[in-house]
C-alpha cells in the first residue's frame, strides 16, 4: 500500500511559478515510478511527468518540457513538481500518482493516487 498527499496549488498569474509537493509513504518507494497527472474540466487526465525511483530517470510532457521539472527528495520520500512559466491551459487538478516498475504515462496503469491538488493560472 501507498499512500499519496499533494500540497501546494493555488492561483497564480499567467508567467508565474508553483511548486506541488507530494509525500509518499508505504512500501519500499525504489521499486516504483512517481507521476504527475493533470485533470481540466471536462477534459481526460493527462500526464503530466514521472519519476523513476529505482534509476532516477525523469520523463515529461512535451506540452511542459522546458517548463516543469520532476524531482525528488530521497531522505524525505517526497516528489516535487517545479512549474515554471504557468500558463491558463495548465489550470486543473494535479494529481501525484505511483506504479510499480517502470514509467508510463497511461493514467490506467498508476494504482495509487493522492486526493489532488488545485491549479488554477489566470491571464
Known amino acids: 500500500q501507498v499512500t499519496l498527499v499533494e500540497s501546494g496549488g493555488g492561483l497564480v498569474q499567467a508567467g508565474g511559478s508553483l511548486k506541488l509537493s507530494c509525500a509518499a509513504s508505504?512500501?519500499?518507494?525504489?521499486?516504483?515510478?512517481m507521476g504527475w497527472f493533470r485533470q481540466a474540466p471536462g477534459k481526460e487526465r493527462e500526464f503530466v511527468a514521472a519519476?523513476?525511483?529505482?534509476?532516477?530517470?525523469?520523463y515529461h510532457a512535451d506540452s511542459v518540457k522546458g517548463r516543469f521539472t520532476i524531482s525528488r527528495d530521497n531522505a524525505k520520500n517526497m516528489v516535487y513538481l517545479q512549474m515554471n512559466s504557468l500558463k491558463p491551459e495548465d489550470t486543473g487538478i494535479y494529481y501525484c500518482?505511483?506504479?510499480?516498475?517502470?514509467?508510463?504515462?497511461?493514467?490506467?496503469?498508476?494504482?495509487?493516487w493522492g486526493q489532488g491538488t488545485q491549479v488554477a493560472v489566470s491571464s
Open positions: 500518482a505511483a506504479r510499480p516498475g517502470e514509467w508510463s504515462d497511461r493514467a490506467v496503469l498508476y494504482g495509487y
Open positions: 508505504g512500501r519500499t518507494l525504489s521499486r516504483y515510478t
Open positions: 519519476f523513476v525511483w529505482r534509476d532516477g530517470k525523469a
